[in-house]
Structures are given as C-alpha cells and as structure tokens.
C-alpha cells in the first residue's frame, strides 16, 4: 500500500509539472515573445507598460479559463466514463453541448448579444445547457429508477437534432449572424468578461471538490451497478448526483467557451492507462492533465499560424487524436 | 435470521416468483436447485435487493430490508455473483472494494483494519500469490476464488452465491465448495447458494430448497428432495437415485435416451 502512495504522489506531481510547464510556456510564447526570466520582474513592477498588459489582459485570462474549462471537460469525461463503464462516453455525447448551442444560435439571431453585451451568449447556451439535461433526466426515469442505458441513445439524438436545428438557423440567418454563430461553434478560450473566467474557476474547482465525495462509489461502479449494488452503494441516487455534477461542468464550459471537443475523452481515458481505475486519484490527476492540455493546445493554436488564431478545437482534436492511437498502439493490452 | 414472506417479485409485470415463503436460520448452508428459467437467480436478486418485491416482504433479523440502509445491509451480507466483471485492476485491489461499505463519511483511504481484513480474506481463499496480478489475466477458478475473497473482505454474515461451480473443473468445484463449507463450520457463516449440479448440492448442503415454476417445490434434506419422482417431475428428465458409497448422501444419475432404449423403458 506505501507503494501505491508513491504511485499517487508521483502521478499529482507529474500532472501538476505538465500542467504549471504548460502555464509558463503560454505565457511566455506569443505574437510577442516574453522571456521567462522576465516575467516576474515584469509582473511584479512592470504595471502601465505593454508587456504587463499582454501578459495580466491577454495572456493570464486566457490561461486561468484554459485551466477552469479543460479540467471541468476531462473531469465530466472522467465522472462519465466510470458512471457509463464506457470508454467513448465524453461530456458532449449526453447532447448538452448542442443544447449550449442551439440556445446562443438563437440568442445570436435574435440580436440578444447586442441587447446585453459579453453575458447574453453564456446565459443562453447554459439555458440551452440546463434544458437539454433535464429534458434527457425525465425522459430517462420511470417510477424513479434512472436509466443509464437509455440516457445515452437519447443523449446522442438529442445532438443530432440540436445540431440539425442549428444548421437550420445557419441556413436561414444573415451573414453577419454566420460569422458569429460559426465562431461560437469553433470554440475559443477567448472571454474578456472577468466575472465568467472566476464563475467557471469557482464552478470547476467546487466541482472537483464535491465529486470526492463519491470517488469510492465510482470504483464500486467500475464493476456494474449491480456488483456497486452488492456493495452498499445507493445506485440510484448517486448516478443522480454523478449525473448533475457532469452536466454543471458540462454547461458552464459550453456556455463560456463554446465547443472544444475532445479534452473530455481523451484526457480521462489517458489518465486511466497511467493511474488505473481508482478515481481517488484518477479525478485529480485528470483534472490537472485536462487544464495543463487545454492550455498548451490553446498556446499552440495562437502561435501555429500567427497572427491568425486557429480554433483550439481543431487542435486538441489533431494533437490528442495522434497521442492517443500511438499510446494505444503501445499498449494493446488496454 | 433472514425470512421472506410472500414474497413475490419479477422483472416489471412479469412476475418470476410467487408467493415464496422460506425461513433461513443462522449457520444454515442452504442451496437452491431446480431448472433453468424456475425463479432462483430472481429469489437471489431480490435477496440482494436488485430487483424490488412486488407483494411480501423480506426480514433480516427480524427488520423488514426496505426500512435498512443499504451500507448496513451490505455489512451483513456479501454476494459472489455469477456475471465476472471485466476489470483492469489488481487482485488485491478488486478484494480492497470489498471494504466499499465499512468506510466513514469523508475517509478516503482504507486505515490499517481494512487492509488486515483483505489479507485475511486473501490467505483464506489460498490467493495470496496472484495479490498483484491483473483480474483480467486469471484463471476462471481464481476469478471465483477472488471474488469470494471480495465478499469476504465485507466481513459478512450472511454469504450468497449464483453458481460459483459453473464452468469449472472438478479440482476448483471441490476447492471452493471445501472452502465455503469451512466458512460455514468455522465462523458460522450462513450460506445460501444456487447450484445446478445436484450431486454437489447433495454433498455439501443441509437443506435443499427445489424450486420450479416459480415457486418452492420441496425443502428439506438432501435425502428428503432428491429423489427420483420429485427430480423427474420437476426436472422433466429420467434419472436414478443412487447412494454415494463414502458420504451415504444420495446421488443423481441421468439417463441418455440410448440407454433408456436399451433397457426397454
């Protein structure tokens, strides 16, 4: 059992490393390269100069939102897998993400975002958020019992018909409402609204918190429900709770950041290969891998093709993808 | 100690089992036989509180199980069930779970007791040699064994089992059943199991419960249930009582239809 403890640390450290590693690049690379032994000077007694307000106005909130929303991502992608024992489950397949969606398409084109400025868009994507998952709670409880089968065949047709609503509103809209609907769906960490980056930091670390609570009735569950069952573990409330916990997180990272696929499958099933299957040390360790990936990625797609910023979408889907067949590959026995 | 009264229950309408009623006492080792589809994997799952009772209730120690929580019932009661879950843990880890129901609120990790009930749980079952290998890398026999380790770890009263024989050879049918009869003699462990090999049954249990059609059929010794009119009637099937010429426990035989041509019947 100590060696387990050293396996554990050493894995916190690992991901802490990878994660303050991905931190520091991404504040010192950009279309204006920063040298990293100057940053703290300049943090420290640079205040009025350029360089200050590149890194505290541009850079820093983009890294804080990096780390808010890539560990919300891959610890909704965590909570999931296990709750589904299902490898391809991530947060978007429940069909929350195209409820985000559809809610700011609609906010776009009825010129609400014009109306209320930075807030309008995140509020109707979490409307769109929270509808979708209680439409797909009550569609998949009877006489009280929540059924996790069903929930992911409603939750895949849900965003199929999300995204055919939007490609409707796409289809009918103005060019101008185009343009802001496709770069909401792109995805960006781009967010000059404080309030937003400290709610989503607030939401995600809470979160994190609170899903410890149920690390043990996750490992219980790795086995099936009936085996968690046999275990003294209360199913179906706890699949509830599991359930809410990922959807907040879900919804609060659509809502703020708009769709970046991939982090929540692939940084969970990633961790897993290293860790194991025990969520006592699995849900940490993913949600710093998830923060310290999303802000490397995001580090990447503002430099690959500088001055013009890539979606960070496009590139956690590219760079994750390959990490993974090639892990995959390594280790046939997963 | 544990007691069903009326029960019913089944899977949504469908009602499976009808009308149970079953009086099981401390340190009893009860099996349940009968044939595929009569109801006692159900019973075991509204044991074990998978499935819901549609009418009647069931007692432990005199508490109806509904009103108990679920960590407490899961103290007194351990299953080793039939479907193997596929894992990628350790060994050592899979029977650590077995402790899922003793830990307190907010306690993390497991403390010092815990980890001296698994061990013991492991060198009872004679596992102590595969603690580190993967679950999914073992022997069918050693996944039993490792999952009566898991129960075990749950320090239980009350101990069932959905055919923990099926699909082993002779050695580990034996091994395990020795195992769970020590169990039984040394600690006073209730044990209630299903098996389908009759003659197992026979040897190692003091009553038999045989089911069919969903309800209880006969309950008593093995030399009260297993004869040949019962068996025949409920099994559907000719057989031959014999006496195992050890044990004096009776012995079932079956006939192939060739046979039967042979002997004129």
């Given at each position: 059992?100590?060696n387990?403890?050293?396996?554990?640390?050493?894995?916190?450290?690992?991901?802490?490393a990878?994660?303050?590693?991905?931190?520091?690049l991404?504040?010192c690379?950009?279309?204006?390269?920063?040298?990293?032994?100057?940053?703290?000077?300049?943090?420290?007694?640079g205040?009025?100069?350029?360089?200050?307000?590149?890194?505290?106005?541009?850079?820093?909130?983009?890294?804080?939102?990096?780390f808010?929303?890539?560990?919300?991502?891959s610890?909704?992608?965590v909570?999931l897998?296990?709750?589904?024992?299902?490898?391809?489950?991530e947060?978007?397949?429940?069909?929350?993400?195209?409820?985000?969606?559809?809610?700011?398409?609609?906010?776009?084109?009825l010129k609400?975002?014009?109306?209320?400025?930075?807030?309008?868009?995140?509020?109707?994507?979490?409307?769109?958020?929270?509808?979708?998952i209680?439409?797909?709670?009550?569609?998949?409880?009877r006489r009280?019992?929540f059924?996790?089968?069903?929930?992911l065949?409603?939750?895949?047709m849900?965003?199929?018909?999300s995204?055919?609503?939007?490609?409707?509103?796409?289809?009918?809209?103005?060019t101008?409402?185009?343009?802001?609907?496709i770069?909401?769906i792109?995805?960006?960490?781009?967010?000059?609204?404080?309030?937003?980056?400290?709610?989503?930091?607030?939401?995600?670390?809470?979160?994190?918190?609170?899903?410890?609570?149920?690390c043990?009735?996750?490992?219980?569950?790795?086995?099936?429900?009936?085996?968690?069952?046999?275990l003294?573990?209360?199913?179906?409330?706890?699949?509830?709770?599991l359930?809410?916990?990922?959807?907040i997180?879900?919804g609060i990272?659509?809502?703020?950041?708009?769709?970046?696929?991939?982090?929540?499958?692939?940084?969970?099933?990633f961790?897993?290969?290293?860790?194991?299957f025990?969520h006592?040390?699995?849900?940490?360790?993913?949600?710093?891998?998830?923060?310290?990936?999303?802000?490397?990625?995001?580090?990447?797609?503002?430099?690959?093709?500088?001055?013009?910023?890539?979606?960070v979408?496009v590139?956690?889907?590219?760079i994750?993808?390959?990490?993974?067949?090639?892990a995959l590959?390594k280790?046939?026995?997963? | 100690?544990?007691?069903?009264?009326?029960?019913?229950?089944?899977?949504?309408?469908?009602?499976?089992?009808n009308?149970?009623?079953?009086?099981?006492?401390?340190?009893?080792f009860?099996?349940?036989?009968?044939?595929?589809?009569s109801?006692?994997?159900?019973l075991?799952?509204?044991?074990t509180?998978?499935?819901?009772?549609?009418?009647?209730?069931?007692?432990?120690e005199?508490?109806?199980?509904?009103?108990?929580?679920?960590?407490?019932?899961?103290?007194?009661?351990?299953?080793?069930?039939?479907?193997?879950?596929?894992?990628?843990?350790?060994?050592?880890?899979?029977?650590?779970?077995?402790?899922?129901p003793?830990?307190?609120?907010?306690?993390?990790?497991e403390?010092?007791?815990?980890?001296?009930?698994?061990e013991?749980?492991?060198?009872?079952?004679?596992?102590?040699?595969?603690?580190?290998?993967?679950?999914?890398?073992?022997s069918?026999?050693?996944?039993?064994?490792s999952?009566?380790?898991r129960?075990?770890?749950q320090?239980?009263?009350?101990?069932?089992?959905?055919?923990?024989?099926?699909?082993?050879?002779?050695?580990h049918?034996?091994?395990i059943?020795d195992?769970?009869?020590?169990?039984?003699?040394?600690?006073?462990l209730?044990?209630?199991i299903?098996l389908h090999?009759?003659?197992?049954?026979?040897?190692?249990?003091?009553?038999?419960?045989?089911?069919?059609?969903?309800?209880?059929?006969?309950?008593?010794?093995p030399e009260?249930?297993?004869?040949?009119?019962?068996?025949?009637?409920?099994?559907k099937?000719?057989?031959?009582?014999?006496?195992?010429?050890?044990?004096?426990?009776?012995?079932?035989?079956?006939?192939?239809e060739?046979?039967?041509?042979?002997?004129?019947?």
């Amino acid at each position: 059992m100590k060696n387990r403890l050293s396996r554990w640390t050493f894995s916190i450290l690992i991901s802490s490393a990878f994660l303050v590693a991905a931190g520091a690049l991404s504040l010192c690379i950009g279309s204006a390269g920063i040298p990293i032994t100057k940053i703290i000077s300049i943090l420290l007694d640079g205040r009025g100069t350029s360089e200050y307000s590149i890194l505290v106005d541009i850079r820093l909130p983009r890294i804080i939102l990096g780390f808010a929303i890539g560990g919300a991502l891959s610890l909704a992608g965590v909570i999931l897998q296990g709750m589904f024992r299902n490898p391809l489950v991530e947060p978007y397949t429940l069909g929350i993400s195209g409820g985000a969606a559809l809610g700011t398409s609609i906010c776009i084109i009825l010129k609400l975002n014009r109306l209320i400025p930075d807030i309008a868009m995140p509020l109707s994507g979490f409307i769109g958020a929270l509808l979708v998952i209680l439409l797909v709670y009550f569609i998949n409880t009877r006489r009280g019992i929540f059924m996790i089968q069903g929930l992911l065949l409603t939750g895949v047709m849900i965003s199929f018909i999300s995204s055919s609503l939007v490609i409707l509103i796409l289809a009918i809209s103005r060019t101008e409402d185009l343009h802001g609907i496709i770069f909401w769906i792109m995805g960006s960490l781009e967010e000059p609204n404080w309030v937003l980056i400290w709610v989503a930091t607030t939401a995600s670390l809470a979160c994190l918190a609170f899903s410890y609570l149920f690390c043990l009735d996750m490992n219980a569950l790795s086995l099936g429900e009936e085996e968690a069952i046999h275990l003294g573990v209360d199913v179906e409330k706890k699949k509830k709770l599991l359930f809410l916990i990922a959807s907040i997180l879900t919804g609060i990272s659509v809502s703020v950041t708009g769709l970046i696929g991939f982090v929540g499958l692939i940084v969970p099933h990633f961790m897993r290969m290293f860790v194991g299957f025990d969520h006592r040390i699995l849900l940490l360790s993913s949600f710093l891998a998830g923060a310290g990936f999303l802000i490397f990625c995001d580090m990447l797609a503002r430099i690959v093709i500088a001055p013009i910023e890539l979606p960070v979408g496009v590139i956690t889907g590219i760079i994750g993808g390959s990490i993974f067949i090639y892990a995959l590959n390594k280790r046939s026995s997963f | 100690m544990l007691k069903m009264s009326d029960l019913s229950c089944g899977y949504g309408t469908k009602i499976i089992i009808n009308r149970i009623n079953l009086h099981i006492k401390k340190g009893e080792f009860v099996c349940i036989i009968g044939p595929n589809g009569s109801g006692k994997t159900t019973l075991l799952k509204a044991i074990t509180r998978i499935i819901k009772p549609a009418k009647g209730n069931i007692f432990l120690e005199g508490r109806d199980l509904n009103n108990i929580d679920k960590r407490e019932i899961a103290k007194k009661m351990a299953v080793v069930s039939q479907n193997l879950p596929i894992v990628s843990m350790t060994v050592k880890e899979f029977v650590l779970l077995g402790r899922t129901p003793h830990y307190k609120t907010l306690q993390l990790l497991e403390n010092e007791s815990d980890i001296e009930v698994v061990e013991h749980a492991i060198s009872m079952t004679g596992i102590e040699r595969l603690q580190n290998s993967l679950m999914s890398e073992i022997s069918g026999g050693e996944v039993q064994l490792s999952l009566i380790a898991r129960a075990l770890a749950q320090e239980p009263w009350i101990l069932l089992l959905d055919e923990p024989t099926a699909h082993l050879d002779i050695t580990h049918q034996v091994n395990i059943l020795d195992l769970i009869k020590r169990l039984n003699k040394d600690y006073q462990l209730t044990v209630i199991i299903i098996l389908h090999d009759l003659n197992l049954a026979s040897e190692y249990c003091d009553r038999l419960i045989l089911m069919n059609n969903g309800q209880i059929t006969k309950t008593g010794t093995p030399e009260e249930v297993l004869n040949s009119i019962d068996l025949e009637e409920v099994y559907k099937t000719l057989v031959v009582v014999e006496k195992n010429p050890l044990s004096n426990k009776p012995f079932v035989l079956i006939v192939p239809e060739e046979v039967k041509k042979h002997c004129g019947r």
